[in-house]
């Protein structure tokens, strides 16, 4: 076993962990995001607290997160799986880091940017999904879960995708986790029609 892809795996974990909404909101803007709206630490949340253009700065870094593991060891040749397994790690880190008592974001952006290492174009189609949700429903949360599903179904069913299982796999783990993480949201969208929280 090869120490680079292993520590690119590693790395990954330790990028994602780290909760830049919370921390620039803390420094810039004085505010912990876990106390106001949603308590989210994600980019929509610090949206909310700082306006639009704070939350493309963290949505951006999110991103960033998911796609330098995978994209590093993606460019070295390393095989997919340890590609896949860097995406992965990214995204359980910002969900679960330890850094906030194993606490973290939703995963979509740092999905995304997981994604767009593995294919731009899967990427991009993604945030169309999301985008023409987003003006049709006014939820963010649900443009989120229609954009992940979209990517998991395209990625199954394109040539772009065949003989790249550990891809497809990968993608279908985020999906679950994606969906998981939004259980609450999903139940407050039961309660009334209007988005929850981010």
């Known amino acids: 076993m090869e120490l680079f892809p292993v520590s690119?795996?590693?790395?990954?974990a330790l990028l994602g962990s780290l909760p830049f909404g919370f921390i620039l909101a803390n420094y810039f803007l004085r505010v912990d995001l876990k106390a106001i709206g949603s308590g989210n630490i994600?980019?929509?949340?610090?949206?909310?607290?700082?306006?639009?253009?704070?939350?493309?700065?963290?949505?951006?870094?999110?991103?960033?997160?998911?796609?330098?593991?995978?994209?590093?060891?993606s460019a070295h040749g390393?095989?997919?799986?340890?590609?896949?397994?860097?995406?992965l790690a990214a995204v359980f880190g910002h969900c679960y880091t330890p850094f906030l008592g194993w606490e973290g974001?939703?995963?979509?952006?740092?999905?995304?940017?997981?994604?767009?290492?593995?294919?731009?174009w899967l990427g991009g189609m993604g945030l169309v999904v999301?985008?023409?949700?987003?003006?049709?429903?006014?939820?963010?949360?649900i443009g989120s879960l229609a954009a992940t599903g979209t990517c998991v179904l395209l990625a199954w069913i394109m040539p772009q995708f065949s003989g790249r299982l550990p891809m497809?796999?990968?993608l279908l783990v985020i999906c679950v986790l994606?969906?998981?993480r939004h259980r609450s949201?999903?139940?407050?969208?039961?309660?009334?029609?209007?988005?929850?929280?981010?």
């Open 178 to 180: 994606i969906v998981w």
């Open 42 to 73: 994600g980019a929509t949340n610090a949206a909310r607290a700082g306006g639009p253009g704070f939350g493309a700065l963290i949505l951006i870094l999110d991103a960033l997160k998911g796609f330098t593991g995978a994209f590093i060891l």
């Open 8 to 12: 690119m795996v590693i790395a990954s």
């Open 78 to 87: 390393a095989p997919d799986v340890w590609v896949a397994l860097a995406g």
């Open 105 to 120: 974001g939703k995963g979509v952006a740092t999905s995304l940017g997981v994604i767009l290492a593995f294919e731009p």
């Open 185 to 198: 949201n999903l139940a407050a969208l039961r309660q009334k029609p209007s988005d929850g929280p981010e």
């Open 168 to 170: 497809r796999v990968a």
């Open 130 to 141: 999301y985008a023409l949700v987003l003006v049709v429903l006014r939820i963010s949360s």
